[in-house]
């Protein structure tokens, strides 16, 4: 009797314990997966959005107004279609060409044996300084966004500028984007509304060079003149009899020119240029509306 008590002590035992090791276990697995579960949370968690800078480099059509309802750059209705984490720096001038943005000031109205305009100084402009600034300007993951175009086309110092120079400040201003970690995109010039019959054409000049300098920096390139003259034609503004400065679907659109935008224009044409950086899949598309 006291050997088959001893028996029956034993095996309650041993399998007192081994349900002890198997409840460890389990908790321990438990313990092992909840613990699994937070570390693979954690990254997307902490997946938060850095804030991005954009800053714009043009002419009038994409220029902030200054007074009135005419004109309104597309640059100033830009930032309406990004989240709050991006800001929008719209340093584009109005009757600037590439040059005398850059070089304000310093560009003279005589032309040299290369029939560029002189320039009397190399020192850039404020507003171009300001963007190279080490602490204040263009950082790692901003975006500098340049379109110029409309007013080098013209045969007469200081706008004056040629092809090949078109070419090659649009390449330094690229390269500066990225020697700061930023990201340039170039864009062709939007075009003014011009018809044949009843067909919007193309207009603008600098399109090949503003292509090649893409290509040079392996930078992307907004075609924005085919993507402007393709929503004229959308809304049929040919022909038209020039109903500019308020009325019918051209006054709603430009001011009283071929050129310049009202308020819904500028926000049409800054649609095309959001539009295609989401086509073209740039990471900046992710901070869009």
Not at 102 to 131: F, I, P
Not at 148 to 153: A, L, P, V
Not at 228 to 250: A, E, I, K, Q, T
Request: charged residues 15%; aromatic residues 8%; positive net charge.
């Amino acid at each position: 009797m006291r050997n088959l008590r001893i028996l029956i002590t034993t095996a309650l035992v041993i399998a007192l314990s081994s349900l002890g090791v198997s409840a460890a276990s389990a908790a321990d697995r438990v313990t092992t997966n909840c613990t699994s579960a937070s570390h693979a949370q954690a990254p997307a968690a902490r997946a938060i959005a850095a804030p991005v800078t954009v800053w714009l480099a043009g002419d009038s059509t994409m220029a902030n107004p200054s007074s009135g309802r005419c004109p309104v750059g597309w640059g100033s209705q830009f930032d309406a279609l990004f989240n709050s984490d991006v800001t929008v720096k719209n340093q584009a001038v109005g009757g600037r060409s590439i040059q005398t943005w850059l070089y304000e000031g310093n560009v003279s109205s005589t032309k040299g044996s290369d029939g560029e305009c002189r320039l009397t100084s190399t020192t850039y402009s404020s507003r171009w300084q300001a963007m190279l600034n080490a602490s204040t300007g263009l950082k790692a993951g901003d975006y500098l966004f340049i379109q110029f175009g409309i007013n080098d086309s013209s045969s007469t110092c200081p706008r004056h500028v040629g092809p090949a120079r078109y070419r090659q400040l649009m390449t330094m201003m690229a390269q500066a984007a990225l020697a700061r970690g930023a990201h340039p995109v170039l864009l062709t010039p939007v075009a003014a509304i011009t018809c044949s019959g009843g067909t919007a054409t193309k207009n603008r000049g600098f399109v090949n060079e503003t292509f090649a300098a893409g290509s040079a920096t392996r930078a992307p390139v907004i075609d924005l003149q085919t993507l402007s003259v393709s929503l004229y034609n959308s809304l049929r503004f040919c022909p038209n009899n020039g109903d500019y400065g308020g009325s019918g679907p051209l006054g709603t659109f430009f001011c009283n020119d071929h050129t310049h935008f009202d308020t819904y224009g500028a926000q049409r044409v800054a649609g095309l240029v959001a539009g295609d950086v989401r086509r073209q899949n740039l990471p900046l598309a992710a901070y869009l509306r």
